[in-house]
Nanobody, 112 residues
Framework: VQLQASGGGLVQPGGSLRLSCVVS????????MGWYRQAPGKQRELVAA???????NYADSVKGQFTISRDNAKNTVYLQMNSLKPEDTAVYYC???????WGQGTQVTVSS
């Protein structure tokens, strides 16, 4: 099983990014998936999750700002991030809950 995350980068405050997590070796629609982030000096935290049934969960800090989605045809999970703030700066990881599989992380930096 491999999770390949991409889409991070440097963006100004108020900007948007879309992260992608391509899953190999598992059919993404069969599993609960999540996006986590880890800022320097902080613990990794849940940002958003999608269950195999399609239920969505968000951290309070990103509700209304981030959207998690899944494209079954592309076996990919996305995280659309809007109105980005400096405090959203972190390495973002995708996660497949069954088996505890992590992607390699993609850096998001929000700065002017």
């Amino acid at each position: 099983v491999q999770l390949q995350a991409s889409g991070g980068g440097l963006v100004q405050p108020g900007g948007s990014l879309r992260l992608s997590c391509v899953v190999s070796g598992r059919i993404v629609s069969f599993y609960d998936m999540g996006w986590y982030r880890q800022a320097p000096g902080k613990q990794r935290e849940l940002v958003a999750a999608v269950t195999r049934g399609g239920n969505l969960n968000y951290a309070d800090s990103v509700k209304g700002q981030f959207t998690i989605s899944r494209d079954n045809a592309k076996n990919t999970v996305y995280l659309q991030m809007n109105s980005l703030k400096p405090e959203d700066t972190a390495v973002y990881y995708c996660h497949l809950y069954l088996g505890g599989v992590w992607g390699q992380g993609t850096q998001v930096t929000v700065s002017s």
